[in-house]
Every structure is written in structure tokens, then in C-alpha cells.
């Protein structure tokens, strides 16, 4: 069974950022997979490492595009970002010390956390950078460059 299930209700009509989020949905599943079949450690240690990476090569395109346009909250959407990388962390170390265990608690608040940005911080900016026009309204593919 899925953890996470990708709808057009996550996107935000940025190509890139879209394909990075549905990225991130994805490592999640797996992660979850992972521990569902009872993969072996070193399996879901290389899954939490790829979510890591590719967390914070996500979030650097998201910054740099908001950084690029001028965006007003960006030092609150950065914080917002180190604060999830700083936890993702704290549990992969954790983990690996065996402080903690991979659980659904995890895997749910990995999803619930990247839900409520995509649709509390990620669609503010976004709409930003519509009302500012950088993207096209109500457009749902519309480029950010």
C-alpha cells in the first residue's frame, strides 16, 4: 500500500519544482516500502540518504528561484527548509546509532510536513510569483524562468 499518493492538487504550475516534489513523494514510498517489506538496514539507510540529497538539491532550486525573483518571505521559507534538514538529520543519526527506529510515526511526519509546505509555503510563493508575473495565471505549466 502507498504512503503518499501524487494528484494534480500538489502542483503548483512549476515544471522543475513539481517534478522535484513528485521526486520527493517518491523516496518517501520508498522509504515506506522499504520498511514494510523489511528491508535490511543498510537498505533503508540508503534510501534516507538519497531523501536527504535529494531534499536539500530540491530546496537550493527552490531558494535560488525565490532568491532570483525577489521573494519576501524568502529568509522565512529558508529557515522553514533548514529546520526540516536539521530533522531529517537528527533522525539519520539516530538511526545509524540506533536511538531510534524507522517507524509509520517517521514516515508520517515526512509526509505531513512536505504536504503542508507544498500547500501552505510552496502555493504562497507561487501565487506570488503569479500576482508578480513570473508565472502565467491559472496557467498549470507554466515556467518560472
Not at 517534478?19 to 534510501?47: F, K, P, S, Y
Not at 531523501?51 to 522565512?76: C, M, R, W
Not at 539516530?94 to 503542508?116: C, I, N, P
Amino acid at each position: 500500500m502507498t504512503l503518499f499518493i501524487w494528484n494534480s492538487s500538489y502542483e503548483l504550475g512549476i515544471p522543475a519544482i513539481d517534478r522535484q516534489h513528485q521526486g520527493l513523494v517518491h523516496t518517501i514510498n520508498e522509504l515506506h516500502d522499504a520498511m514494510m517489506a523489511g528491508q535490511d538496514r543498510d537498505v533503508t539507510v540508503r534510501v534516507i540518504l538519497r531523501l536527504i540529497n535529494y531534499t536539500k538539491v530540491h530546496f537550493d532550486a527552490e531558494e535560488q528561484l525565490l532568491l532570483s525573483k525577489g521573494y519576501p518571505a524568502y529568509s522565512d521559507h529558508r529557515q522553514s527548509h533548514h529546520v526540516f534538514v536539521k530533522r531529517v538529520l537528527d533522525f539519520h543519526n539516530q538511526y545509524l546509532d540506533g536511538r531510534v527506529v524507522l517507524s509509520a510515526e517517521v514516515l508520517t511526519f515526512l509526509k505531513d510536513w512536505l504536504t503542508h509546505h507544498i500547500f501552505e509555503e510552496d502555493r504562497a510563493y507561487a501565487q506570488w510569483l503569479r500576482e508578480h508575473g513570473f508565472l502565467e495565471a491559472g496557467e498549470s505549466r507554466a515556467s518560472a524562468h
